[in-house]
């Protein structure tokens, strides 16, 4: 019997500093190589958003895991605030809200918090 539940996770990103962000992708990849049934949300306001746009160096590592299920989602206050439209992230990212308050949504609603 294999284990049938179900995890998630929401990690957050509010820096643009490359170890932070390439530390981020690798926590992700370790964990989905390590769980199979894991549902993750990457959660980026601040300096965050900058590593979700299009033009970011990050743009193809980001759209591989939107293809591999993971959920990136950008806070709207910092776009916003930044005067960035949602047509500047790369493909598959949605936005929420705001940021904080969507962290604080999923750890109430019982998902993991981890932030890198």
């Known amino acids: 019997m294999g284990d049938e539940r179900i995890y998630r996770v929401v990690f957050h990103l509010d820096e643009d500093d490359d170890e932070r962000v390439l530390l981020l992708f690798a926590n992700v990849r370790n964990l989905m190589a390590d769980i199979q049934n894991v549902e993750i949300e990457v959660v980026a306001?601040?300096?965050?958003?900058?590593?979700l746009m299009?033009?970011?160096?990050?743009?193809?590592?980001?759209?591989?895991?939107?293809?591999?299920?993971?959920?990136?989602?950008?806070?709207?206050?910092?776009?916003n605030a930044w005067g960035i439209t949602s047509g500047e992230l790369v493909e598959g990212v949605d936005t929420v809200s705001s940021g904080v308050g969507e962290i604080v949504r999923k750890q109430c609603d019982g998902w993991a918090y981890i932030r890198p």
């Open 45 to 51: 306001y601040s300096k965050g958003v900058s590593a």
């Open 54 to 79: 299009r033009d970011s160096e990050y743009s193809d590592m980001i759209g591989e895991l939107i293809d591999d299920g993971v959920r990136f989602a950008a806070c709207s206050n910092t776009l």
